[in-house]
Nanobody, 127 residues
Framework: QVQLVQSGGGLVQAGGSLTVSCTTSGRSLSLYAMGWFRQAPGKEREFVAAISRNFGNTGYADSVKGRFTISRDFARNSVNLQMDSLKPEDTAVYYC????????????????????WGQGTQVTVSL
């Protein structure tokens, strides 16, 4: 069992930046493919970004490409989502997710692929 704990997020004006982080205790997140998803009120949970277990492959939703960056911090056993040039439509609860893949270089954008989920972190972008 992997318990993911999120931190960061908050309130920022449009054009600003925020970082959300995801970590766990006891196990290394380097064993897992990781993803970030978000869910706005009344909408389904959607893919934001993912990073492969090995090789540092990354993938992004078209809506965030060029503005968001997913990365691993091996020293802190965390996976971070750096969000720049934020827009009001980025407002949502953000979730990190993890699972142990067979394809170590794979990028996974489907909610159903992931086994473990963080508690969610609110990100609000004001005009």
């Amino acid at each position: 069992q992997v318990q993911l704990v999120q931190s960061g997020g908050g309130l920022v004006q449009a054009g600003g930046s925020l970082t959300v982080s995801c970590t766990t205790s006891g196990r290394s997140l380097s064993l897992y493919a990781m993803g970030w998803f978000r869910q706005a009120p009344g909408k389904e949970r959607e893919f934001v970004a993912a990073i492969s277990r090995n090789f540092g492959n990354t993938g992004y939703a078209d809506s965030v490409k060029g503005r968001f960056t997913i990365s691993r911090d091996f020293a802190r056993n965390s996976v971070n989502l750096q969000m720049d040039s934020l827009k009001p439509e980025d407002t949502a609860v953000y979730y990190c997710a993890a699972f142990s893949p067979e394809n170590y270089g794979g990028i996974y954008s489907s909610v159903s692929a992931y086994e473990y989920w963080g508690q969610g972190t609110q990100v609000t972008v004001s005009l």
